[in-house]
């Protein structure tokens, strides 16, 4: 009870802690429901953060974590409400027809994706492989020990102990809200981010282009059922294309509607920095989606606005890694992929064009069998671009979402090249999960570069002060 | 809508429902197989009279079947799981330490386990047994 309890008042504290940087009108306002999506990851994100500053770092009794996280939801519950007094009313969403069949389609797809989960989770709630022998196994490390030297102990290097800790931490966290280690709850946060990973980018098409590419967006997503699968086994993968999707979403919506001021680029530098600290890929992703924010310009007049954004972007970000710092170079071992052999080595994988053509084949059969989509991706969306054709007026933040993904998938090749392990082994069990990491954020890319359905008109942006 | 508007769109959502849809059947085919409790619980249960006799921290052994090969996956998914059984005390998959963790599926007798060096300090059932390593006091 205690568990379901707390698990409820982090998404309190995601939503409050957006709606205090993003604020809005007291009533229900046209942008909540991307705050609401997106509020379980961040939730989670900062409930990570809390217990691994105060019981990891300051090894303060659990109820002293659960007690900040409680009062940090009503403190950042106060300062949006005192915010919202005299807030801009949220831009509307761009209106358009949906047919009734396609919100049919969408529902139906929705609900066998749901139902598949929970029978998924039924048949293995500890998880997969990957759960009890990495995630799940630090969460227990983290519930049971009376001190924090043991989960990153060389002994158990098979379990890569310099992995970050947001997804175990906040496993951890709600273990001890309950006093019991339960399967479930890990399921709940399982299914928490896996409903942010699609309801982030459904709503943002849907303020952005209007509900029907929203809800062909979120179909489309959920097409790659591999996505329900990996969630399903509790590995930290979804989460972190739940807070890869989320960065971007908000960074792009940021961008688009001008009125919401840089604190919506902090939310998405903040989400990055989770990026970080749930998988260290990451950190890949924190560079990537810089870079992608300063290269995706489509003309030069929006390179100031860049600029402009570009602090609260790297704050967000360094928010966050402060924490992922500290746990790197104070707890963690090296991480294997960066130990092992030395520069001169390093370098000959480098110049080994071998090594290049297997990753650039084993890239190419990946992306034909991607997610167990009936049809490859890439031809289901060629196919679709031919046809809708791009949106008449591309702008540089719709083109962000697809760089940011480009600069990622160009890091993973790079790594692949380079690294120590086998290289087959390394791709045969780690690609489809790598790729899955960009999947949402690809769809809704493609979708922000289409071309308009059923004729979505924007709504004209409310003429009101800014809130203070 | 135009035919070409249509045609796009049925191509994205039928490629999708039916992918989601095809993926739901067999999960739904196999979701009433599937054994209960799942394989992870049930090896937890086996491993919980054992983690009650251990200290909340320390190093203990690991060793399973005589023969088995160090790269075989089942011996390695069994280690694994003995880990997240018995955490916070860490298991190292070596016999060299004080106490050692018996994870057998085959009948050893306690006198082969002496003439190894091993003492038999309790067994749990299910081939668990705590074994004190002679050699390594």
């Given at each position: 009870?205690?568990?379901?309890?707390?698990?409820?008042?982090l998404?309190?504290?995601?939503f409050?802690?957006?709606?205090?940087?993003?604020?809005?009108?007291?009533?229900?306002?046209?942008?909540?429901p991307?705050?609401?999506?997106?509020?379980?990851?961040?939730?989670?994100?900062?409930?990570?953060?809390?217990?691994?500053?105060l019981?990891?770092?300051?090894?303060?009794?659990?109820?002293?974590?659960?007690?900040?996280?409680?009062?940090?939801?009503?403190?950042?519950?106060?300062?949006?409400?005192r915010?919202?007094?005299?807030?801009?009313?949220?831009?509307p969403?761009?209106?358009?027809?949906?047919?009734?069949?396609?919100?049919?389609?969408?529902?139906?797809?929705?609900?066998?994706?749901?139902?598949?989960?929970?029978?998924?989770?039924g048949?293995?709630?500890?998880?997969?492989?990957?759960a009890?022998?990495?995630?799940?196994?630090?969460?227990?490390?983290?519930?049971?020990?009376?001190?924090?030297?043991?989960?990153?102990?060389?002994?158990?290097?098979?379990?890569?102990?310099?992995?970050?800790?947001?997804?175990?931490?906040?496993?951890a966290?709600?273990?001890?809200?309950?006093?019991?280690?339960?399967a479930?709850?890990?399921g709940?946060?399982?299914f928490?981010?896996?409903?942010?990973?699609?309801?982030?980018?459904?709503?943002?098409l849907?303020?952005?282009?209007?509900?029907?590419?929203?809800?062909?967006?979120?179909?489309?997503?959920?097409?790659?059922?591999?996505?329900?699968?990996?969630?399903?086994?509790?590995?930290?993968?979804?989460?972190?294309?739940?807070?890869?999707?989320?960065?971007?979403?908000?960074l792009?919506?940021a961008?688009e509607?001008?009125?919401?001021?840089k604190?919506v680029?902090?939310?998405?530098?903040?989400s990055?920095?989770?990026?970080?600290?749930?998988?260290n890929?990451?950190?890949l992703?924190?560079?990537s989606?810089?870079l992608?924010?300063?290269?995706?310009i489509?003309?030069?007049?929006?390179?100031?606005?860049r600029?402009a954004?570009?602090?609260?972007?790297?704050?967000?970000?360094l928010?966050?890694?402060?924490?992922?710092?500290?746990?790197?170079?104070?707890?963690?071992p090296?991480?294997?992929?960066v130990?092992?052999?030395?520069?001169?080595?390093?370098?000959?994988?480098?110049?080994?064009f071998n090594?290049?053509?297997?990753?650039?084949w084993?890239?190419?059969?990946?992306?034909?069998?991607?997610?167990?989509v009936l049809v490859?991706?890439?031809?289901?969306?060629?196919?679709?671009?031919?046809?809708?054709?791009f949106?008449?007026?591309?702008?540089g933040?719709?083109?962000?979402p697809?760089a940011?993904?480009?600069?990622?998938?160009?890091?993973y090749?790079?790594?692949?090249?380079?690294?120590?392990?086998?290289?087959d082994?390394?791709?045969?069990?780690?690609?489809?999960?790598?790729?899955?990491?960009?999947?949402?954020l690809?769809?809704?890319?493609?979708?922000?570069?289409?071309?308009?359905?059923?004729?979505?008109?924007?709504?004209?942006?409310?003429?009101?002060p800014?809130?203070? | 809508?135009?035919p070409?508007?249509?045609?796009?769109?049925?191509?994205?959502?039928?490629?999708?429902?039916?992918?989601?849809?095809?993926?739901?059947?067999?999960?739904?085919?196999?979701?009433?197989?599937?054994?209960?409790?799942?394989g992870?619980?049930?090896?937890?249960?086996?491993?919980?009279?054992?983690?009650?006799m251990?200290?909340p921290?320390?190093?203990?052994?690991?060793?399973?079947?005589?023969?088995?090969?160090?790269?075989?996956?089942?011996?390695?998914?069994?280690?694994?799981?003995?880990?997240?059984?018995?955490?916070p005390?860490?298991?190292?998959?070596s016999p060299?330490?004080?106490?050692?963790?018996?994870n057998f599926?085959?009948?050893?007798?306690?006198?082969?386990?002496?003439?190894?060096?091993?003492?038999?300090?309790?067994?749990?059932?299910?081939?668990?047994?705590?074994?004190?390593?002679?050699?390594?006091?």
């Open positions: 009870m205690g568990a379901w309890l707390l698990f409820l008042i998404i309190a504290l995601g409050a802690a957006i709606r205090a940087l993003w604020p809005a009108p007291p009533r229900w306002s046209s942008a909540d991307l705050r609401l999506a997106a509020a379980p990851a961040i939730g989670f994100g900062l409930g990570g953060c809390f217990y691994f500053a019981r990891v770092v300051l090894q303060q009794p659990p109820a002293v974590a659960i007690a900040a996280v409680c009062l940090a939801a009503a403190g950042l519950g106060w300062f949006a409400w915010r919202a007094q005299s807030a801009v009313p949220d831009v969403a761009v209106s358009g027809q949906i047919p009734f069949w396609l919100w049919l389609l969408f529902g139906a797809g929705a609900a066998m994706a749901f139902f598949t989960y929970l029978m998924l989770n048949a293995a709630p500890h998880g997969e492989w990957d009890w022998s990495i995630w799940n196994l630090r969460a227990r490390f983290l519930f049971r020990a009376q001190e924090f030297i043991s989960p990153f102990s060389p002994v158990i290097a098979w379990s890569h102990p310099d992995y970050p800790l947001l997804v175990p931490g906040v496993i966290l709600l273990w001890h809200a309950g006093g019991v280690e339960s479930s709850m890990a709940a946060v399982g928490g981010f896996l409903l942010s990973c699609v309801a982030v980018p459904f709503f943002t849907w303020l952005l282009r209007g509900p029907a590419l929203a809800a062909l967006g979120a179909l489309a997503i959920l097409g790659a059922t591999s996505l329900v699968r990996v969630s399903a086994s509790q590995y930290a993968d979804v989460p972190l294309a739940a807070y890869i999707v989320i960065a971007a979403c908000f792009v919506y961008l509607v001008e009125s919401v001021g604190s680029v902090f939310i998405a530098g903040l990055a920095g989770f990026a970080a600290w749930t998988k890929e990451g950190l992703f924190c560079v989606i810089v992608a924010h300063l290269l995706s489509a003309h030069r007049m929006e390179l100031p606005r600029l954004t570009l602090i609260s972007l790297v704050a967000g970000i928010a966050v890694l402060a924490f992922v710092g500290h746990f790197k170079f104070r707890l963690a090296a991480n294997d992929l130990n092992t052999g030395t520069a001169g080595v390093a370098m000959a994988r480098a110049t080994d090594r290049y053509w297997v990753t650039f084993a890239f190419v059969g990946e992306l034909l069998t991607f997610g167990s490859p991706p890439v031809i289901v969306f060629a196919v679709w671009l031919a046809l809708v054709r949106r008449s007026k591309v702008t933040a719709s083109l962000l697809l940011a993904v480009t600069l990622q998938l160009a890091g090749f790079a790594i692949y090249v380079t690294t120590p392990q086998d290289l082994w390394q791709l045969n069990t780690s690609l489809p999960r790598l790729l899955l990491h960009v999947w949402p690809s769809v809704t890319g493609i979708f922000l570069i289409s071309g308009d359905l059923f004729g979505g008109r924007p709504q004209p942006e409310p003429v009101r800014r809130s203070k | 809508m135009s070409r508007v249509l045609g796009a769109v049925l191509c994205v959502a039928a490629v999708s429902l039916l992918s989601v849809g095809r993926f739901f059947f067999q999960v739904a085919d196999f979701y009433p197989k599937a054994p209960s409790p799942d992870v619980t049930d090896f937890d249960r086996r491993f919980v009279g054992l983690r009650a251990l200290p921290k320390g190093i203990i052994g690991y060793m399973t079947d005589p023969g088995t090969p160090p790269n075989d996956t089942n011996a390695q998914a069994e280690y694994h799981l003995a880990q997240y059984a018995l955490a005390v860490l298991v190292a998959y060299d330490h004080r106490f050692v963790v018996g599926h085959q009948a050893v007798t306690t006198g082969s386990l002496r003439d190894r060096g091993f003492r038999l300090i309790r067994e749990f059932g299910n081939g668990i047994v705590l074994l004190e390593n002679e050699k390594v006091r």
